[in-house]
T-cell receptor, first 112, second 115 residues
Framework: GEDVEQSLFLSVREGDSSVINCTYT??????LYWYKQEPGAGLQLLTY?????DMKQDQRLTVLLNKKDKHLSLRIADTQTGDSAIYFC????????????FGQGTTLQVKP | GAGVSQSPSNKVTEKGKDVELRCDPI?????LYWYRQSLGQGLEFLIY????????KSGLPSDRFSAERTGGSVSTLTIQRTQQEDSAVYLC?????????????FGDGTRLSIL
C-alpha cells in the first residue's frame, strides 16, 4: 500500500545542519514534497523533487532522493531558530492524480 | 487572491449541530483539495475537485461529510450531525491543475472543536 514514514523528533543547535529523513513505499511515486508547518498555521510548500532527479538545491535547502531505497531527505544548512516547526514529507503515488499522502511529520527543535 | 483563504479560522459547536467550512482557492487554480489534520490520524485526504470532473470523494470518512464547489471556485465542506471525533483542523489546498506534479498550496485551516 501507500505509506510514508518519518522520525518524529529532531533537535539541533543553531548554526548546525539539520537532516530530516523520510521513507516511502510506492516505488512508482512521481513527485515528492517537503512542507513546513508552524504553530497555528497551514502547510507551507518548501520544495519538491521529481522522481527522475536525485538531488535538488534551493538556498539553504538540499533534497536528496534515493529511489533504490525509497528514501528522501531534507537538509537545512545553518539552521536558525526560525526553522523550528513540523516538517512533512509527502508523495503523490502513481495510483492517483493529485492526492497527497503525508508522513507523520518531524518536529524540528532548534536550540540557541 | 494571493493565497488560499479559509473561513472561519476557528469554530466551536455543540455535538449534533451541522457546520459549514469555506475555502477560497488561489485565482486560476482548477484543482481544490480538502484534508483533515488530527492528533491521532495525522494528515488525511478527504475530497478533491478538478475542473468540471466528478470529485474524488474516496477520503470522506462517513456520509455525514459532503463538499461542493460552485462555479469552479469557492468550495464548502459540510459536516452534518457533528460528533466529537470530528474535532480537527480542516485544511484546504489548491493547485493549477492536478497534472504534472503541480504543487498544492494550503490555507491556514479551520480549527473545529466539537463540545
Amino acid at each position: 500500500g501507500e505509506d510514508v514514514e518519518q522520525s518524529l523528533f529532531l533537535s539541533v543547535r543553531e548554526g548546525d545542519s539539520s537532516v530530516i529523513n523520510c521513507t516511502y513505499t510506492d516505488s512508482s511515486s512521481t513527485y515528492l514534497y517537503w512542507y513546513k508547518q508552524e504553530p497555528g498555521a497551514g502547510l507551507q510548500l518548501l520544495t519538491y523533487i521529481f522522481s527522475n532527479m536525485d538531488m535538488k538545491q534551493d538556498q539553504r535547502l538540499t533534497v536528496l532522493l534515493n529511489k533504490k531505497d525509497k528514501h528522501l531527505s531534507l537538509r537545512i544548512a545553518d539552521t536558525q531558530t526560525g526553522d523550528s516547526a513540523i516538517y512533512f514529507c509527502a508523495e503523490i503515488p502513481s495510483s492517483n492524480t493529485g492526492k497527497l499522502i503525508f508522513g507523520q511529520g518531524t518536529t524540528l527543535q532548534v536550540k540557541p | 487572491g494571493a493565497g488560499v483563504s479559509q473561513s472561519p479560522s476557528n469554530k466551536v459547536t455543540e455535538k449534533g449541530k451541522d457546520v459549514e467550512l469555506r475555502c477560497d482557492p488561489i485565482s486560476g487554480h482548477t484543482a481544490l483539495y480538502w484534508y483533515r489534520q488530527s492528533l491521532g490520524q495525522g494528515l488525511e485526504f478527504l475530497i478533491y475537485f478538478q475542473g468540471n470532473s466528478a470529485p474524488d470523494k474516496s477520503g470522506l470518512p462517513s456520509d455525514r461529510f459532503s463538499a461542493e464547489r460552485t462555479g469552479g471556485s469557492v468550495s464548502t465542506l459540510t459536516i452534518q450531525r457533528t460528533q466529537q471525533e470530528d474535532s480537527a483542523v480542516y485544511l484546504c489546498a489548491s493547485s493549477r491543475n492536478s497534472q504534472g506534479g503541480q504543487p498544492q498550496h494550503f490555507g491556514d485551516g479551520t480549527r473545529l472543536s466539537i463540545l
